[in-house]
């Protein structure tokens, strides 16, 4: 037995085992609470204990005599230094730690730095706080109400408006979409809610600073989806020169969103090395990380859909309530403040589709989106697939039925949605014909039937939960976004070393995505170096090209077309140089992958290793070449990618005590071209059953006083390995026409796509009640009431 | 305690954790922190070749026991079969779950050569992983199984 045999791996695209893969088994993966320092210093985080209150008493000099402490900071502190805010993502201000009130349980008050992250915590315990406790405001439909608690007292009110309103937005064409409701012959009205829920990655936030006062230096070792963005807000809100910050992304724990927002202890920790002069580590604890760190989700919305009677959608309308929590910390393109909601116009031609969304300020934890959304599609398409199910039930058409019949056609493609979306590609009918064709769909249909018919008592409730997704993802174009004023283009540079290997550089950062992996497929595919032979760099800003990092499944469309394109362009190198040697004209050489060939002459090319030894040996180079073999470049989507897919969920609900038990899970998902085949399917399964746990477990709930309900793993349920079933996945393959080499973003697809699914497979389940729509998380006692009429009980 | 096959004497704080008297103390950073609750298992070791959760165990109450860790897996180069049928089998993205996971594993085939897919997944239902969706953890097992079966390799 060989420990690790060089694995039979493609030189490019393919099924690959994962280089990264050998430092992670062994246990030798650099996670950022991995990582000690010589002196580092701890420390922890002191958070309000309730919802909304001001500060009346804050006495520090317990904490200080604390003979291990080294460092005490409250929000008066930050404020001499003017850190007490900081601006979020969109364009909000947050407090790092509070001044005058706090604004949602888990906020930061106060920290403390100690020689060892024990006596950090125990000296928590002697800072002296008192709190006026002020009521708090929970409920989103009650938050504008004139006699509701405000929130935000700190920033002056739009005019006319309550200061808990956040923003409004809307999209489509309102009055277009009136006249068409004005006139169809059926329209339909849901409420819906998609609750907040967290990405709960397995490792939580964290960050290591060190500063270096001689060179007035900070590093920032952190969890951290976008560490390029990152240092450039920390410049510009701290005020240290940004050649003076290094931030450095090192292994991290799982992201899905949870990493993309700046955090007040990243600041805290800057903070404590800056006062202590000694490297400082903070790492959250589970319940600081579900309780203030960035939620998902969080709308309320109502849907409202246009038909003819013979199931022909017309249009299709929404609005949605929204809540932003105390701060408005949600991560979006900045013309985007409900993100890509837009595409909730789904996979269908629509003749008219309007939105408008009001948020809302409440006193809960800040953020908004997260959580492998695609910035916010998962919310979009939740709400089009359920409406789209409702229209069935009322018409009685089979859901699959309706879906066919108001697919957006092949040959519509480009296709300009009604709400300013040009999708790129898609082939929606063969995607469900797969799905259906690997779940034996009428077979079930029939098994659901005999079922019904049968009436066993005891027997499970059988459902079958259609939903068809198309994603917007890729972020994206200069000309329509940008974060923070900052374009979501990214750069790539690739060297080929002399003896023939190389090293490609990224913007993007891998969170478990495998980035090490298909970037380095990637280069090999375009230039024939074997990947084993190609070093893969990313999450060091610096020894890495600008970027806007990994997030909203942006990886693969944007650094991964960046990669495709500098590889191409040093290729375009290689052939000038080859060309020179073998004294031919450059368009005479022909390609194949590792070499360039004279055509007819036998044993006259040369291999991608030759030519990088001449670029470097620099003796014979075309006039006027510069020696060596590298190249940058920096690559500004042309398109977003539209990623789609079919998935089928078959439930079996029991009657006595109504949970649900997820029998089969069927996923047809079309990203376009596949880099590796095992990788794509890796993200797919995991988004499965992300959205298994968001439609019948995972909750963040709040009680009348604003306490967090889901503060911990007890409390926040996760899908365990008994939960889900085993994925059974196929795939249709439409290359995106915008990127170099058809791929399409996928890492959300399944996030986004699967909720709807396994709700519209729970409802059908309880057709036989009359149940037409119930709300996530469907435990069993939602599921319960609903069959027997009850409203849902309280969280 | 023996740690690794290592005989380990340290005078420790009544509450230190054993998660962190291995992370800290001892330098052994493939052993992962999670939850606080025992909830999600990032944190198992084996004591006395039990996967126990090190974050629930005072590192007071280990004492005189034989632990295992992931860093443990790896004989003279060798990886363990459970190692290499995760990479094999793709039964890890992020890899801050799989330690833990690995040593439940390890535990379960040392138990059962042969389990069903529905013993694994009843071993690790102790445990959560964010990212893989289960399968391909219950395909790595089996591979592992496999290869020391002598079936495949």
């Known amino acids: ?795 | 305690m023996t740690v690794n096959g290592e005989y380990v004497a340290r005078a420790v704080e009544a509450r230190l954790l054993l998660v962190h008297f291995l992370r800290d103390e001892l330098g052994l950073t493939g052993t992962h922190w999670g939850c606080d609750t025992s909830n999600c298992g990032s944190c198992v070791v084996l004591m006395d070749d039990e996967p126990v959760k090190s974050c629930t165990v005072l590192a007071a109450m280990a004492s005189g026991h034989d632990i295992r860790t992931v860093e443990s897996l790896e004989v003279d180069g060798v990886l363990d079969p459970v190692q290499r049928g995760f990479m094999e089998c793709h039964g890890l993205q992020c890899g801050f779950c799989t330690p833990g996971i690995m040593m439940t594993a390890r535990a379960l085939l040392d138990a059962n050569p042969a389990p069903t897919d529905h013993e694994i997944r009843e071993a690790i239902s102790g445990q959560i992983c964010r990212c893989t969706g289960y399968a391909s953890i219950v395909r790595s097992v089996q591979w592992a199984g496999a290869f020391e079966r002598g079936e495949s390799g």
């Open chain 1, 1 to 795: 037995m060989t420990a690790e045999p060089r694995v039979d791996a493609p030189i490019g695209h393919g099924r690959m085992l994962r280089k990264e893969d050998r430092r992670f088994v062994r246990g030798l993966g650099k996670f950022t609470d991995d990582l000690q320092l010589p002196g580092m210093l701890h420390l922890a985080i002191l958070r309000s204990p309730v919802a909304h209150a001001r500060i009346t008493h804050l006495d520090t000099t317990a904490a200080e005599m604390h003979p291990r402490v080294k460092a005490v900071v409250t929000g008066a502190d930050l404020e001499e230094r003017g850190l007490a805010w900081m601006p979020t993502l969109s364009g909000d201000v947050q407090a790092v730690l509070a001044t005058d009130k706090v604004r949602f349980q888990g906020q930061e008050v106060a920290f403390v730095v100690a020689e060892d992250r024990y006596s950090a915590r125990d000296a928590l315990e002697l800072i002296e706080i008192e709190y006026d406790v002020l009521p708090p405001v929970v409920d989103v439909r009650r938050a504008l109400d004139p006699e509701a608690p405000v929130v935000r007292d700190d920033k002056p009110a739009s005019p006319g408006r309550h200061p808990n309103h956040c923003f409004d937005w809307e999209t489509g064409d309102a009055a277009a979409t009136q006249a068409v409701f004005d006139r169809a012959e059926v329209t339909l009205t849901q409420e819906m809610v998609f609750p907040r829920v967290h990405p709960a990655p397995l490792e939580t936030c964290g960050a290591v600073a060190e500063w270096d006062r001689v060179e007035e230096k900070l590093t920032l070792w952190a969890t951290t989806q976008a560490p390029h963005a990152h240092r450039t807000l920390y410049a510009m809100f701290a005020g240290i020169p940004e050649h003076k910050i290094r931030v450095i992304s090192p292994d991290i724990g799982g992201g899905f969103g949870n990493k993309v927002p700046i955090y007040p202890g990243y600041v805290c920790a800057i903070v404590g090395a800056m006062v202590t002069g000694k490297p400082v580590k903070w790492v959250e604890d589970r319940t600081e990380n579900l309780t203030a760190g960035c939620f998902a989700r969080d709308y309320v919305m109502t849907g409202e859909i246009a038909a003819t009677r013979e199931g022909r959608i017309l249009a299709i309308r929404s609005h949605v309530l929204a809540d932003h929590g105390a701060f408005n910390g949600a991560a979006a393109p900045r013309k985007f403040p409900g993100g890509f909601f837009g595409v909730f116009t789904g996979s269908y031609d629509l003749e008219a589709a309007y939105c408008s969304m009001t948020a809302v300020h409440t006193t809960k934890a800040p953020g908004g989106v997260a959580y492998s959304c695609s910035f916010r599609i998962a919310e979009a398409v939740y709400l089009v697939e359920r409406m789209v199910d409702i229209l069935a039930d009322e018409l009685g058409v089979d859901p699959v039925e309706l879906r066919r019949r108001n697919f957006i056609r092949p040959e519509q493609f480009p296709y300009p949605s009604k709400t300013g979306w040009v999708y790129d590609s898609g082939d929606y009918e063969a995607a469900l014909g797969e799905a259906l064709r690997i779940a034996g769909y009428d077979e079930l249909r029939r098994e659901q039937a005999e079922r019904r018919e049968r009436g066993a008592s005891g027997e499970s409730l059988m459902g079958i939960g259609v939903s068809f997704f198309t994603e917007a993802v890729g972020a994206g174009p200069r000309r329509q976004m940008d974060m923070a004023g900052l374009a979501m283009a990214d750069g790539c540079e690739l060297t080929v070393h002399p003896t023939g290997k190389a090293v490609v550089r990224l913007a993007v950062q891998t969170q478990g995505q495998g980035h090490e992996t298909t970037f380095a497929q990637l280069v090999a595919e375009e230039i024939g170096i074997h990947p084993d032979d190609i070093e893969v760099v990313h999450g060091d800003t610096e020894l890495t090209p600008y970027g806007l990092g990994t997030y909203g499944s942006r990886s693969t469309p944007v650094s991964g077309a960046a990669a495709v394109l500098v590889t191409r362009k040093v290729r375009d190198k290689a052939r000038l140089i080859a060309a020179h040697l073998l004294e031919v004209d450059p368009e005479e050489l022909v390609w194949t992958k590792g070499r360039f060939d004279v055509p007819g002459v036998p044993g006259a090319g040369m291999t991608i290793q030759e030519i990088a030894t001449a670029a470097y040996a620099g003796d014979d180079l075309p006039a006027g070449m510069e020696l060596g073999l590298s190249g940058q470049l920096v690559y500004d989507p042309e398109s977003l990618t539209y990623p789609f897919g079919a998935y089928i969920c078959v439930v079996d609900v029991d009657p006595g005590t109504a949970q649900v038990k997820v029998r089969r899970f069927i996923a047809v998902d079309d990203c376009g071209t596949r880099i590796n085949e095992m990788i794509v399917e890796g993200q797919i399964h995991g988004g499965l059953t992300d959205g298994v746990g968001m439609a019948l477990m995972e909750y963040i709930g709040f009680d009348e006083d604003g306490n967090c309900l889901g503060g911990s793993l007890m409390d926040y349920l996760i899908p365990t390995a008994l939960e889900v079933p085993d994925w059974e996945t196929g795939q249709t393959i439409t290359p995106a026409p915008y990127h170099p080499i058809g791929a399409k973003g996928v890492g959300e697809s399944a996030t986004v796509g699967s909720p709807p699914a396994v709700v519209n497979a729970v409802i059908d389940a309880l057709e036989p009640f009359g149940v037409r729509h119930a709300d996530m998380p469907l435990t069993p006692s939602r599921v319960w009431a609903a069959m027997h009429g009850r409203g849902a009980p309280p969280n």
